[in-house]
């Protein structure tokens, strides 16, 4: 049976009908704190529930714990701080009790309740979360640029931000209720920012092979120049599940969320979003959420030891490579044979071809998929 | 056949002797946290019905509207 929440509750701050209607004219009169692309889809994660047990972002307490302890307060793991930073200047006035409206654009996403002000420490964020303050570190330099002080408190949901995949957002309501009807007991979830390679189909066929069904949920939204766009991922992976999966083995839908690139920490906090999606099983690979060379290659295995009481099971897979001997796709612990016969994906490889419009081969990526990105005069974010 | 312990209803549960002879010797051995075999039956089959009986979180009615939207993008 699919997975407990986080917590043990899956939370719900999306306010509707005579309510919304209500606030959203309340929210007119309040403050307005305007937030990043990126803030709003946390906004939106925090009310649908991807965030269990967080009701809105985090107080001190909460923050301080996650920072040292990578547990809440109450002790439930957590590993990633999830706050709104804001500048002295936004919130001059208001004080701990005041309510602020949140604001996308144009868009009025949010009522929240300031229940702490704090000062945070930038570098030491980092020291913790990236395990290193190298400015070179995207995740590093995105938080450096972040404004001095951290607003903590609840939030009522009064719009979505908007979706461009709205196709193929799902949210852990939906996908609990499609898992049961679906009638899989065992989910594995698979986490990805890339255009799916032959290494990657190994893998979640891998996880398959030992569970009901494959949940692929890539993440759309911030990421670092030269990773691919997300309309890329996403017809990339169209053209390998129609043309490779059995039918009705898959359930494919994007998850709106900054990539951090920490490495460790952000596959527990990846793996707790599947959770609460409903997956039993979460599939961690090779340099799970790395970057260049801040972690070592299966250093986000080790943190899984940390936490027994996660609450959902990490798919340990080694990274895979085709072996002219074994005639297939095979990983390090399966096959026997030395290194003259093995062909790494390697992905800086793949993404000079797809740069210079040379097609890939066979074994590195499905045709299908090849013919998706090449069709893309830039598929990289810039 | 049910009877009365302390005013909650109980009934006969039958399990091979092989399980009843580790049950008594588990309790036997958990420094008094199960005072009989009973107390430690009951107690794992809590355990056990409270994993597998999911409180749902959607009603019926949110459940036929979600499906709605499945049917509609192709998940069903």
Known sequence: MVSKPHGGKLVNRVV?????????KEAKELRKVSVSESLAAD????????????????????????LYDMRLANDIPWTIPIVLDVSRE?????????????????????????????????????KKVFKTVDVRHPGVAKTMRRKELLIGGSIYLLNDVPEPFERYRLWPIETRVLFEAKRWRTIAGFQTRNVPHRGHEYVQKAA??????????????????????????VRAYEALIENYYPKDSVVFSVLRMEMRYAGPREAILH??????????????????????NFYGPYEAWDIFNEFPDLGIIPMFIREAFYCMKCGGFVNEKICPHEEEYRVKVSGTKLRKMILSKEKPPEYMMRPEVVEVILNFENPFVE | ??????????????????????????VEESEGEFKSVDEF????????????????????EEEEKIKERLRALGYI
């Open chain 1, 16 to 24: 509707t009908g005579r309510r919304r209607e209500y606030l959203l």
């Open chain 1, 43 to 66: 906004v939106s994660n925090i009310a649908h529930g991807v965030y269990s047990p967080l009701e809105g972002f985090m107080v001190y307490n909460d923050y301080y714990h996650v």
């Open chain 1, 90 to 126: 936004e919130i001059s006035g208001l004080k701990e009790g005041d309510d602020i409206a949140i604001v996308f654009k144009n868009t009025m996403l949010a009522i929240m309740e300031i229940e702490d002000i704090y000062k945070w420490d930038k570098k030491e964020f980092c």
């Open chain 1, 208 to 233: 398959l092979t030992f569970v009901d069904g494959l949940f692929v949920n890539p993440l759309v939204g911030w990421k670092k120049p030269r990773d691919y766009k997300d309309e890329v991922i």
């Open chain 1, 271 to 292: 793996a707790i979003v599947r959770k609460n999606f409903g997956c039993t099983h979460f599939i961690v690979g090779r340099d799970h959420a790395g970057v260049g």
């Open chain 2, 1 to 26: 056949m049910g009877f009365k312990i302390m005013g909650e209803e109980k009934v006969t549960v039958h399990i091979s002797k092989e399980l009843y002879e580790k049950a008594k010797k588990y």
């Open chain 2, 41 to 60: 039956v009951e107690f794992v089959l809590k355990e056990v019905l409270s994993e597998e009986v999911e409180e749902k979180v959607f009603t019926k």
